[in-house]
């Protein structure tokens, strides 16, 4: 079956722009997962949506930082005012539901580059 | 907070050779620790998964760990490395907050003929 998608590939941008960054999840996932790996913090968790409410959003890194989720399923990450540091790949995840004692494995995505210039 | 520390940022090994990528957690609670590897301009993939089940834990292509709580390690290792298995591997540790994962640094693989 398909994957968790994730567009674009590639983002390039110049400072001070808006981004988003979307992420389709597996079909059936209630769970969703956002982080950013970069070569200097290596891989960070961002924000974690079960259905369609976040009830971690301890990761965003500042308040340029926002994501929703609609219908339970695709999920955008929006960056305000980009800045030169914002530079990562930003990863996406799902499975089939979080926030339990029973962990359920995490399905990555192949991620969005996204060069802040 | 739980959180894991992989030793290493490079580790090269030969053709054939025994693989051991170390990893060590601190967690308050029993842990769910996770070893995910990351091929060149790919996502990650998980190898395997310890959940407090059997201590140890087989997974893909080979890759085996081994949850020790007196050393609060969990290894990875293979038997013999294959020039396939040159990758990025992280070693990761289930927060309570939402289940989460929280990463270590990664260690590069280097397999050489």
């Known amino acids: 079956g398909a994957g968790v998608s994730q567009s674009p590939s590639n983002k390039v941008t110049e400072k001070g722009k808006d981004v988003e960054l979307r992420c389709d999840p597996i079909?059936?996932?209630?769970?969703l997962y956002w982080y950013r790996q970069s070569l200097g913090q290596g891989l960070e968790f961002l924000i974690y949506f079960q259905g369609n409410s976040a009830p971690d959003k301890s990761g965003l890194p500042s308040d340029r930082f926002s994501a929703e989720r609609t219908g339970g399923s695709v999920s955008t990450l929006t960056i305000q005012r980009t800045q030169q540091e914002d530079s990562a790949v930003y990863l996406c995840a799902s499975s089939v539901r979080g926030g339990t004692r029973f962990y359920n494995e995490q399905f990555f995505g192949p991620g969005t580059r996204l060069t802040v210039l | 907070a739980q959180s894991v520390t992989q030793l290493g940022s490079h580790v090269s090994v030969s053709e054939g050779a025994l693989v051991l990528l170390r990893c060590n957690y601190s967690?308050?609670?029993?842990?769910?620790l996770f070893w995910y590897v990351q091929y060149p301009n790919q996502g990650l993939q998980l190898l395997l998964k310890?959940?407090?089940?059997?201590?140890l834990v087989k997974g893909i292509n080979g890759f085996e760990a081994e949850f020790k709580k007196s050393e609060t390690s969990f290894h990875l290792t293979k038997p013999s490395a294959h020039m396939s298995d040159a990758a990025e591997y992280f070693c990761?540790?289930?927060?309570?907050?939402?289940?989460?994962?929280?990463f270590g640094k990664g260690t590069s693989l280097l397999v050489t003929p």
């Open positions: 990761a540790v289930s927060v309570n907050s939402g289940y989460a994962l929280n």
């Open positions: 967690s308050s609670v029993p842990p769910y």
């Open positions: 310890y959940t407090s089940a059997a201590t």
């Open positions: 079909s059936g996932h209630t769970a």
